[in-house]
């Protein structure tokens, strides 16, 4: 067995270097200043992400340079993945079954509008990744499909044939996809939890608690979204849950469903479980969409916290990768967000309280 | 040089009638770092106000970056404003600018509209193009689709008028609209779509009045290439793309003189308001404070004199003198710009303190000596310096890289120091070609060194790196003793770990250890000398735990004088014992991978030879070659590293403690990023 040292020395010291290069708050700071959209872009003309710039200006598609940061951050996982322990590959390529979830997900979603919706969606056609992520699945048919029976025929061999088959009626009945997704979701945390149990103890321990945070912050999202935007009863919404979570049990959410004002609730629950945070309750919101931004924003920090958490505690563990994935998805996420908010031309107050 | 640029504390009353003329007088001298007249001791003056200037600086500067913004699509990055711009500098109308900004941000964004547009057109063409790659399609007959692709061809007729009315309806789906060709009024029309958008295709066709026929014989022998046909279509569009992406730059380029010329004058009412921020007024007069370097006393006087024509008060305050405004002097290095890599290693560091030694200069000698032990080659040196000195000329004068220029001026320092010191050890290119001018590393390290030499083997090579490293922490100490005698800190000059008393048991552990060498470890020294050199010392800084109890514990009745307090000091004390004694011990013998390194490079080299004598020919030129290319990349790039930590760690935590204020004053040149 490979001991700790040997497994995380070379990936460890490679990360944290990569970890000092992402991108500093003051630049997102920056770009949010920034007049227009092709400034924000230029800005980013001497970081990692030129390329961006440079596909805006060739042609005038942020979704173009957008699918390019995807790809770039599929990437990413790749890369990582080719240094590390076949366990820890493993767990590198559950997380990387994310993004061919989301990728099948849009394609589903598409052959919906035209077959079943009879709305046509033709240019999301274009921001669709046609490269084989995982598995070889020919986006191609499904994007052409006549029936989910096919589309499930071309995903033979992996889950997801099986979740498109036990779910296409209730699609086609209910005539929305929601609970087909919330499948692809629930067999995404599944495949992700047992790669986890397949680590050491050490290593397990700690991807428990960084997934189970992430899943405690995804059932908190879903509870609020499936509360108020689709108005789904208790069960329904208990249903949906992805078990596996670290702080949130089933008290608390009865609690956050019921609960009239839900920032009270996960400010008592921060309070509790992350009293290091608890500065951060102490703006007061009026309006649902400040709300929602605070909601967000105590989730992320949550999330910081366990990174930072990780990265000053024993560093030779799995915790560094995970770490980093994390502290990447979220530089994407606020490029992603300011890109799209200066583009929508959002004041650079309500950008950065989006990020 | 030693220490950093004496400091002058300038605190000028000025008439308001004079304020413009005074505040572009210290904007063009650019030597103020301003202090703000609200941090004034002691009660302000009610009737002391802020400066109110015509327009809201925020408003500049929003509308300076906007611009700059522009100018970086374009390419451009505007240079930090002259003299000229001062000269010429006239009142801003914000409303204009931004009526003319706005005009260019809209021509750009319908470019932007026009190319996402025909982006669309390209991303549908691309489609269809890439569905007949994947699933083959025979082109050559357009009446037989292959049974398995998605994409579905046809040829029909249609009247000339409708066709109009065809190609908008297609618009918004990808397809291939391609005329075969006319008969009177009726066009004939070969259409490539997707399957999928079948039932709207069918539509649209209906509406234009489509009829499917099979391809009229005299059409027959006009062989379209329909793939060609999609590929010059998608070349049009990419070249219009193009075409579209020139204009972007064409639209900033075309008003790029304009537009500097109003950045430029921007940035000087910018940098002027900003002076104005600092500055306080009453009914008549305006107050100002700040730093500059005394040197610059002289002049400033004679100019802001001039600009008021002598109608002023200026005060000038000595650094610690009572008078002065604020606890922090700002930090001005004083150093030969040839010291200008080794000062970027310094202020990497920390900013010295005011009044106490600025390292730089000691931090060259001790940096290359360090590198030229551990990287002693004249060959690898040389390519060293040419690449550093590539870099430096290709770097010079480029804005915004000045840290890539200094390490490549690092670059040529250090190959430099490895040339002097590959020379003294003998090595070219890890080969004896001439004479070492000291000893003869490599053969020592493999073990045929020359008799005579006063280094014998690589316990003697060892013993050089533990002698430097002993000069160096020496000279920390000593450095450290300077700073506490100017700062008047008399108790940590005495009692400290770096404290005389520090040094003291240091030197002493030296000279034992000397002792026990030179009777190969068999005996200590006398017992009068072994209490005069470590136990006095040792005990003499017990003081300093009982000497800060009472003298913080007066006037706290909290604090008072029990057994515990008898324990925590003697806790205390050991602690700061065991911390001289490993501590010392440890940074001493930190010095010894200089050595370790230097010896990790023969080695190296050894080895790269062996491997070459094991081929011939071009494989043993190839493998001198790629040894060499991975020494210089590995060796060198460890060696640095190296003796940047030796400096860091082992030099600087002797007396550095880089809490200083970098000054920065408000100049025309100031960073604007």
């Known amino acids: 067995m490979a001991r700790p040292l040997s497994k995380y020395s070379f990936i460890n010291a490679k990360l944290r270097a990569r970890i000092s290069k992402i991108l500093p708050g003051e630049m997102f700071d920056q770009l949010a200043k920034a007049s227009s959209l092709d400034d924000a872009l230029a800005l980013l003309r001497e970081t990692p992400f030129a390329g961006l710039e440079e596909i805006y200006s060739r042609t005038g598609d942020l979704k ?31 997380l990387l079954t994310q993004f061919e979830i989301d990728n099948l997900k849009n394609a589903i979603r598409i052959y919906f509008n035209r077959k079943i919706r009879k709305r ?26 006549e029936n989910f029976d096919e589309i499930a025929g071309v995903c033979e ?199 | 040089m030693i220490f950093t640029t004496e400091m002058i504390q300038l605190f000028a009353v000025v008439l308001g009638k004079d304020c413009e003329r005074v505040t572009e007088t210290l904007l063009r001298e650019g030597v103020m770092q301003f202090i703000n007249i609200s941090e004034l001791e002691g009660e302000k003056p009610e009737s002391l106000s802020e400066i109110k200037s015509e327009i809201s600086l925020t408003e500049i500067s929003d509308l300076r970056k906007r611009i700059e913004g522009l100018l970086h699509t374009g390419g451009i990055i505007p240079s930090k404003p002259k003299e000229t711009d001062l000269n010429n500098r006239i009142s801003v109308n914000i409303e204009k600018e931004k009526a003319r900004l706005d005009k260019i941000s809209g021509e750009r964004e319908s470019i932007r509209e026009r190319q996402r547009t025909i982006q669309q057109e390209i991303l549908k063409l691309e489609d269809i193009r890439r569905q007949v790659e994947l699933y083959g399609v025979g082109l050559s007959d357009v009446t037989l689709p292959a049974k398995h692709s998605f994409v579905s061809m046809q040829v029909g007729k249609l009247p000339v008028l409708n066709v109009k009315q065809l190609e908008d309806g297609l618009r918004g789906l990808p397809s291939l609209n391609i005329a075969m060709g006319q008969e009177k009024d009726v066009a004939h029309h070969l259409l490539i779509s997707m399957k999928r958008d079948n039932e709207q295709i069918k539509k649209i066709l209906a509406s234009a009045g489509w009829t499917r026929i099979e391809l009229p014989g005299e059409l027959r022998s006009v062989k379209k290439d329909v793939f060609k046909e999609l590929s010059v279509k998608l070349k049009t569009l990419t070249d219009e793309q193009k075409k579209l992406e020139i204009n972007v730059n064409d639209l900033v380029r075309k008003e790029d003189k304009r537009l500097m010329e109003i950045w430029g004058n921007l940035r000087v009412n910018e940098l002027f308001y900003k002076i104005q921020t600092n500055f306080k007024s009453s009914s008549r007069t305006v107050i100002f404070t700040g730093w500059l370097p005394s040197a610059k006393k002289e002049k400033l006087t004679r100019i802001i004199k001039k600009a008021c024509e002598d109608r002023c008060y200026l005060e000038w305050n000595e650094a610690g003198s009572k008078g002065t405004i604020g606890d922090e002097v700002p930090v001005r290095f004083n150093n030969p710009k040839i010291l200008a890599p080794f000062q970027m290693l310094v202020s990497n560091f920390g900013i010295p303190k005011y009044g106490t030694i600025d390292p730089t200069p000691f931090v060259m000698p001790l940096y290359l000596a360090m590198f030229g032990l551990m990287f002693p080659d004249v060959g690898q040196g040389l390519i060293l310096t040419i690449l550093g000195a590539l870099g430096v000329s290709y770097l010079r004068k480029k804005e915004g890289k000045e840290g890539l220029y200094h390490l490549s001026w690092l670059g040529v320092w250090c190959g430099c120091s490895s040339m002097l010191f590959g020379a003294l050890f003998g090595s070219y290119f890890g080969t004896g070609l001439f004479p070492p001018l000291w000893f003869d590393f490599h053969g020592i390290i493999s073990g045929h060194g020359a008799d005579n030499s006063v280094i014998n083997d690589v ?83 017990f003081i300093k735990e009982p000497y800060h109890f009472f003298k913080h514990a007066r006037g706290q009745s909290d604090r008072k004088f029990n057994v515990f307090t008898l324990l925590n000091f003697l806790m205390g004390w050991i602690v700061e014992l065991l911390e001289i004694f490993s501590g010392y011990l440890s940074n001493t013998l930190s010095f010894m991978r200089v050595a370790g390194l230097g010896i990790a490079h023969v080695c190296l080299m050894i080895s790269f030879f062996t491997l070459a004598e094991m081929t011939s020919g071009i494989g043993y030129v190839l493998i001198l070659i790629l040894g060499n290319i991975l020494v210089i990349g590995l060796e060198g790039l460890t060696a640095g590293i190296q003796a940047l930590r030796l400096n860091y760690y082992e030099f600087f935590t002797k007396f550095f403690h880089g809490t200083g204020n970098l000054y920065t004053p408000i100049s025309l040149s100031s960073s604007y990023k």
């Open chain 1, 120 to 145: 046509s969606d033709d240019i999301s056609i274009h921001y669709i990744l046609y490269d084989r992520i995982i598995h070889e699945i020919p986006i191609d048919i499904i994007l052409n499909a």
């Open chain 1, 64 to 94: 173009q340079a957008e699918l390019e940061l995807l790809k770039n951050e599929i990437e990413l996982y790749r890369n990582i993945r080719q240094y590390l322990h076949h366990k820890s590959m493993e767990l590198v390529d559950a």
């Open chain 2, 459 to 541: 316990f003697d090579i060892l013993s050089i790196t533990i002698y430097f490293g002993i000069s160096v922490i020496v000279l920390g100490l000593i450095f450290n003793w300077i700073n506490l005698i100017r700062e008047r800190k008399w108790m940590e000059l005495f009692f400290d770990k770096g404290s005389i008393i520090g040094g003291w048991i240091y030197g002493g552990g030296i000279y034992i250890a000397s002792y026990m060498i030179a009777h190969d470890y068999k005996e200590f020294p006398p017992g009068m000398i072994l209490f005069l050199l470590i136990g006095l010392p040792s005990l003499l800084l």
């Open chain 1, 157 to 355: 061999g992996t889950s997801y044939s099986q979740i498109i088959r036990k779910y296409s009626h209730t699609v086609e009945s209910e005539g929305s996809l929601f609970r087909m997704e919330i499948a692809f979701d629930h067999f995404y945390y599944k495949n992700l939890l047992s790669s986890i149990d397949k680590l050491d103890k050490r290593d397990r321990t700690i991807a428990l608690r960084l997934t189970g945070v992430e899943i405690d912050l995804q059932n908190i999202n879903w509870i609020i979204r499936f509360k108020n935007f689709y108005g789904l009863p208790l069960e329904a919404v208990l249903a949906a849950i992805v078990p596996g979570g670290f702080n949130l049990d089933r008290a608390i959410m009865d609690q956050l469903y019921s609960a009239q004002n839900v920032t009270s609730v996960l400010q008592g629950f921060v309070k509790s479980k992350y009293p290091g945070l608890s500065a951060l309750l102490s703006s007061h919101t009026s309006d649902s969409t400040s709300r929602l931004l605070l909601i967000r924003r105590i989730l992320e920090e949550i999330m910081k916290h366990e990174v930072q958490r990780i990265l000053t505690g024993y560093p030779f563990t799995i915790g560094i990768i995970l770490s980093y994935f994390v502290l990447k998805r979220n530089e994407l996420k606020k490029i992603r967000i300011i890109l799209n908010a200066k583009q929508l031309r959002i004041q650079q107050e309500r950008i950065e309280s989006m990020i």
